[in-house]
Nanobody, 122 residues
Framework: EVQLVESGGGLVQAGGSLRLSCAAS????????IGWFRQAPGKERERVSC????????RYTNSVKGRFTISSDFAKNTVYLQMNSLTPEDTGVYYC???????????????WGQGTQVTVSS
């Protein structure tokens, strides 16, 4: 059974940091792209970052470039999202998802985690 489990969310003050984890089971990251998405109340879900498993290529949405870093530990089948210099605009539910295609192909993510809440206070 394919499963993605996020963890690491929480409440943090503006300027603080959090590291999210996405642990996968039932498949290997090597063959998939992993994306981090977030959804704030009243807003559409957006892709924050992604990594293509086969070549490690990464992408970031403009608003998080220089602040967020996606990384992976293939031995643990886990992908991380290190988030620094957090702002209230980063508040939302963060999801990881897996795709068998390029990580930039937003319509091809087929496996999703349950999400973890990130709240940044001002």
């Amino acid at each position: 059974e394919v499963q993605l489990v996020e963890s690491g969310g929480g409440l943090v003050q503006a300027g603080g940091s959090l590291r999210l984890s996405c642990a996968a089971s039932g498949f290997s990251f090597d063959d998939y792209a992993i994306g981090w998405f977030r959804q704030a109340p009243g807003k559409e879900r957006e892709r924050v970052s992604c990594m293509t498993g086969s070549d490690g290529r990464t992408r970031y949405t403009n608003s998080v470039k220089g602040r967020f870093t996606i990384s992976s530990d293939f031995a643990k089948n886990t992908v991380y999202l290190q988030m620094n210099s957090l702002t209230p605009e980063d508040t939302g539910v963060y999801y990881c998802a897996a795709s068998e295609y390029d990580c930039n192909d937003l319509n091809k993510y087929i496996y999703w985690g349950q999400g973890t809440q990130v709240t940044v206070s001002s």
